[in-house]
Nanobody, 124 residues
């Protein structure tokens, strides 16, 4: 089992940047594929980005491609989401999640462990 704690959210103006971090407990962090999701008020939770165990394979939602970058540091048990050129529509609670399986997933139901979320608000 792994516990996840997100940080780095906040209020930023449109066009600005933020870096989210997700710290994982335990000694098996490198055995999990990791993902970032977000949920805006009144909307379903949606996929943002995911990264493979080694960090060599990444994938992004079309809405964030070219603006967001997911990365991980297995020595620090941490996954990051660097967000640039932020837009008001990026406003949401951002969650990191861990997936125990080998297959790289982009759907909420395929992830096994979740953090509590961190709020990102982008003002226009």
């Amino acid at each position: 089992q792994v516990q996840l704690v997100e940080s780095g959210g906040g209020l930023v103006q449109a066009g600005g940047s933020l870096r989210l971090s997700c710290a994982a407990s335990g000694r098996t962090f490198s055995s999990y594929n990791m993902g970032w999701f977000r949920q805006a008020p009144g909307k379903e939770r949606e996929f943002v980005a995911r990264i493979s165990r080694s960090g060599g394979n990444t994938y992004y939602a079309d809405s964030v491609k070219g603006r967001f970058t997911i990365s991980r540091d297995n020595a620090k048990n941490t996954v990051y989401l660097q967000m640039s050129s932020l837009k008001p529509e990026d406003t949401a609670v951002y969650y990191c999640a861990a997936d125990r399986t080998i297959v790289l997933h982009t759907t909420v139901r395929d992830y096994d462990y979740w953090g509590q979320g961190t709020q990102v608000t982008v003002s226009s």
